[in-house]
């Protein structure tokens, strides 16, 4: 089950993340009601990041981990070509392996178990590896 309603395309071999555009063309993510929707691109490229070394605040944040284990994550924002930037979660936590304008692409991962063992899935943006940057 998806974090929120109308986020991304799940099930899906190439999961999207679902946009608006509104009467003026601009897109909005996450989509705004009323507003004609819009599959955004997989893949970008890093715009800036930083990296969340201790659990937040409860709430807002839900999360099932503990303050002992808890693991850092990094967060930013990639900027999808044409389209807009994302703020989003990425796959790899540690800074020395990202640099602003490394190629991203989507993925969909867990992000909590909810107590009746349901699995909650979120988007992210992992690195594209160096071998499979040719195509945007």
């Keep these: 089950m998806a974090v929120a309603d109308g986020l991304f395309t799940w099930p899906s071999r190439e ?3 679902i946009a608006s555009r509104g009467d003026d063309g601009v897109l909005s993510f996450p989509a705004r009601p009323g507003e004609e929707r819009h599959l955004l ?3 970008g490229t890093l715009w800036a990041f930083t990296t969340q070394q201790f659990r937040p605040p409860s709430p807002p944040y839900d ?3 503990t303050d002992e284990t808890f693991r850092p994550y990094a967060l930013g924002y990639v900027e999808l070509p044409g389209e807009l930037l994302v703020q989003a979660r990425f796959t790899e936590a540690d800074p020395a392996k990202l640099r602003i304008g490394q190629p991203m692409e ?3 991962v867990p ?3 909810r107590e ?3 699995e909650v899935l979120t988007y992210a943006f992992a690195p594209v590896p160096d071998d499979a940057e040719e195509t945007p």
């Design 41 to 43: 691109g997989r893949r």
């Design 106 to 108: 989507l993925r969909i």
């Design 111 to 113: 992000y909590t178990t």
């Design 63 to 65: 999360g099932n981990d």
């Design 15 to 17: 999961p999207r993340l």
């Design 116 to 118: 009746d063992g349901t």
